[in-house]
């Protein structure tokens, strides 16, 4: 009808059903996730460096923490997730880190000194990433509280039409 204005949504909506079956990408969500994780993807790679796999492990936190996360209703609970998990991380760095060369050391006393240096190792920088991922963790625990906010503020108003 000629003198009926369509709504700024209908557009939009008209380039959603073009597609098909596939929603529109909410770009800076994904671009979120895609940081959160690079940094998670990054968090596992060091984690396993004296193991072995890193890259691959590096590979499957990115891919897999970022399918994960894009997933969350909106940006503020993507990087309040995404703070949770490297905060986690953070603190199975230190252990996965010094725990293979704690136990391959070798005889006599260079292994020895070998074993007790990583073992002063483990429990120092332990206690540090400990309180680095506290912090981390207060911050995501914010961030996931104001993004439940605005979740629930927008479920909870109509939309005009």
Known sequence: MAGE?????DHFDEQVEKRGRFRAIAWIRLFASV???LVIGGL???MSLNIGGS???FIVGLVGSTWYLYRKPSTWLTIGTGLYISAGLLVLTPILFYIPVMFGAGE???GAGEFFGSLIGL???AFVFFLIALVIFALGY?????GRQKVSTQE??????
Not at 142 to 146: A, I, L, Y
Not at 156 to 161: D, L, R
Request: hydrophobic share 45%.
């Open 142 to 146: 914010f961030v996931n509280k104001k």
């Open 156 to 161: 909870e108003s109509p939309q005009s039409s």
């Open 55 to 57: 890259e691959v492990l």
């Open 44 to 46: 596992l790679a060091w």
């Open 5 to 9: 204005q369509s709504a700024p949504d």
């Open 123 to 125: 429990v120092v920088w």
């Open 108 to 110: 006599g006393l260079e």
């Open 35 to 37: 940081l959160m994780g």
